[in-house]
């Protein structure tokens, strides 16, 4: 099985430039995908109404809130919220460096999917850098429970999502969304899945400052009878919720810093599960280590990664 694009870091070949509106704050915003060189990671730059900027990486130690979205930063004056669907975007595309500028709080909605960011990304155009990729490989199974809910990581040669959940709401009922995840199978299988909601919780979500910018041009809502208030219905027939389930969990997940070799499962998870379970996973040193492709070749099967000498991966992670 072949990991990602190839065996090196990746770009995008020019700028690339997005406006819309926040899904919960209802605001103006325009965001630039600005290419970087090798070792970046992802950066997301948000300029403040004083003329400075703010500047996170992408990783799970600037993790903020996961209640309703995933936040970078832990001050609502100067975090970067929602960014789960352009960062499943990024890893989907395997685009190891770039520099996201953001002149607001929160990243537009657009149509409540990836799509519109994949289009984007693509027509920029992804370049190879040179420098290896490095991937973090799962050794031993991480799991993490909360109630009836659960998450872990299992080695697996490849990088596989299991994500299953389970609403009471008949529309919904239990489902399940298995499979390795390509660029092609995220593009096919998850990237129009939208964000979804119910009427019932509108009003207290309003009251609370959240879903300002919700409406049925960005997410699926479901009505009190149980039924699709949107007049075109499902873009995944029957299933379009859990496909968006395990979209937000790849986007989560792209918070390693790095690709992940291994399988990820969970059950009526979350963005706070997944951040749990990403957590409790690069924290325990014995679950995981730091491969990269042993020679210069741009497709390198999974079983051939070699790992990291240990003094670079402490610089790594620095």
């Known amino acids: 099985m072949t990991i990602g694009l190839l065996g090196f870091q990746t770009t995008i070949a020019a700028p690339v430039t997005m406006t819309g509106i926040g899904v919960h704050s209802g605001a103006p915003v325009t965001i630039t995908f600005q290419p970087a060189e090798a070792g970046t990671g992802i950066m997301f730059s948000r300029s403040l109404d004083d003329g400075s ?25 100067k975090w970067v919220a929602t ?35 994949i289009e984007a990304l693509e027509q920029a155009g992804i370049v190879n850098l040179g420098a290896k990729r490095r991937y973090i490989r799962v050794v031993k199974p991480v799991r993490i429970d909360s109630g009836a ?19 009471s709401t008949p529309l919904i009922g239990r489902q399940s969304w298995k499979g390795d995840l390509t660029a092609a199978s995220f593009k096919e299988e998850l990237a129009r899945a939208r964000t979804f909601g119910f ?26 009878d149980d039924t699709i208030v949107n007049v075109e219905g499902l873009r995944y027939e029957g299933d379009e919720f859990v496909r968006h389930k395990t979209l937000d969990a790849v986007g989560d997940l792209a918070l390693a810093g790095a690709q992940f070799i291994g399988c990820y499962r969970s059950y009526r998870g979350g963005h706070k599960m997944n951040a749990n379970a990403l957590k409790a996973l690069l924290s325990d040193p014995t679950a995981y280590e730091i491969v990269e492709a042993p020679v210069r070749s741009t497709r390198v099967r ?3 990664f070699v790992p990291v000498k240990e003094p670079e991966v402490a610089a790594w992670f620095a």
Do not use: K
């Open 83 to 117: 960014i789960e669907h352009v960062m499943a975007a990024l890893y989907a595309l395997s685009i190891d460096n770039v520099v996201v500028e953001v002149d607001a709080g929160e990243m537009p909605i657009m149509d409540g999917s990836s799509y519109p960011f």
């Open 302 to 304: 999974a079983v051939e």
């Open 199 to 224: 009427m019932r919780d509108v009003e207290r979500l309003w009251a609370a400052g959240y879903a300002l910018g919700s409406s049925l041009e960005n997410s699926v809502v479901i009505s009190d």
């Open 53 to 77: 900027s703010v500047e996170y990486r992408a990783v799970s130690a600037q993790l903020g809130p996961t209640d309703l979205c995933t936040v970078l930063g832990g001050s609502p004056a």
């Open 149 to 167: 809910s659960w998450s872990e990581f299992r080695p697996y040669d490849g990088t596989r999502f299991e994500v299953e959940i389970d609403f």
